[in-house]
């Protein structure tokens, strides 16, 4: 089968589209016939070992997991022989590892069945983006109906789901983007738009309940001045340079313990009713993935290079369907 491997670590030149070994299902496994697939900016973290420390993880000379890719939709060729949730034939999506190829294994427990209503390249969007959208503003942020919620980055994969969903949870929402993206934020159901080009988001007189970071350049005292004095900020984005973000991982437990304001680092979960709801909302149309670019398989590496330049418009898919 085609797929997408590399074997050491550096820039999106390191990405071969090269024929390898089709893989086989392991006793909890699904293999799938991938038809779509997302890419996400743990994608060109990992293949670039950078900062040093993601090497601790990913190997330190060469990467352990050579193949790339996370978000997956395709459909079950095979399953392993303590699967009971899926048969052959079955369209499902979610996560797994080296989901940029023709074929990929997945876990049992890490995927769902693709509503009818929802396309495969809609269903690969929306995992790694849409839970960290919906875990975050649900579960980290506590929101509420009426709640001032404010969205840095509302443009980008996790920013477009995020506006969705807190229209959906009955917030009132405020997104902030460059010039370029303000229609696309009002499109998707933003109540109000800033174009930071224009405005300090952090110096204006308006304060939020909840704050979903997704850009990750907002020091803490800047997430501070914008939060209601109880309110709630989830940090979700991190910068191409990981040590302020990691600096600020450490800082924001002990300072939700010396104010009344509350600072959560967050990292998404794969959880399968989470992904079934994602799913739903998208199939009644509440949720509308937003697709940016759409390349093939082989284009997996001008995707990646798209999207670390860091101006995508809500998400990358690759395709395969023919």
């Known amino acids: 089968m085609k797929a997408i491997v590399y074997y050491n670590y550096g820039s999106p030149d390191v990405l071969r589209y ?18 779509a697939a997302s890419a996400n900016p743990l994608d060109w973290r990992l293949m670039r070992g950078a900062p040093f420390f993601i090497r601790l993880l990913a190997g330190l000379g060469k990467p352990k997991i050579k193949r790339p890719g996370r978000d997956v939709a395709g459909q079950v060729e095979a399953v392993g022989r303590n699967v009971t949730q899926f048969k052959p034939g079955d369209n499902v999506f979610g996560t797994c590892l080296g989901a940029f190829a023709e074929y990929a294994c997945a876990s049992e427990s890490a995927l769902v069945r693709k509503p009818d209503k929802v396309t495969f390249e809609q269903a690969a969007s929306l995992p790694i983006a849409g839970l960290t959208a919906l875990q975050g503003l649900r579960d980290k942020g506590l929101i509420r109906p009426g709640h001032k919620v404010l969205i840095n980055g509302a443009a980008g994969g996790v920013g477009t789901f995020a506006v969705q969903i ?12 460059s010039t370029r993206n303000l229609d696309l934020v009002r499109a998707i159901g933003a109540d109000r738009v800033i174009d930071y080009t224009q405005e300090d988001f952090t110096k204006m007189e308006q304060r939020y309940d909840l704050l979903l970071e997704c850009v990750g350049n907002c020091s803490l005292s800047a997430c501070r001045r914008v939060l209601n004095p109880h309110g709630i900020g989830v940090i979700a984005g991190a910068p191409k340079q990981l040590w302020p973000f990691l600096i600020r991982a450490l800082v924001a437990p002990v300072l939700s313990r010396c104010v009344s304001q509350k600072f959560v680092i967050f990292m998404a979960r794969v959880r399968k009713e989470d992904l079934t709801l994602l799913g739903e909302l998208v199939a009644t149309g509440k949720v ?13 590496p001008e995707a990646i290079r798209y999207l670390e330049e860091g101006h995508a418009r809500g998400k990358v898919v690759i395709t395969l369907e023919s």
Do not use: Q, Y
């Not at 070994?21 to 496994?29: I, L, R, S, V």
């Not at 807190?166 to 983007?177: Q, S």
């Not at 509308?288 to 284009?299: F, K, N, Q």
């Open 18 to 35: 090269k024929e390898i070994e089709k893989p086989t299902a392991g006793d909890n496994e699904v293999l799938m016939k991938v038809r």
């Open 166 to 177: 807190g229209k959906w949870f009955g917030a009132e929402v405020t997104g902030v983007c």
């Open 288 to 300: 509308t993935p937003v697709i940016d670019r759409r390349h093939r398989l082989s284009e997996v």
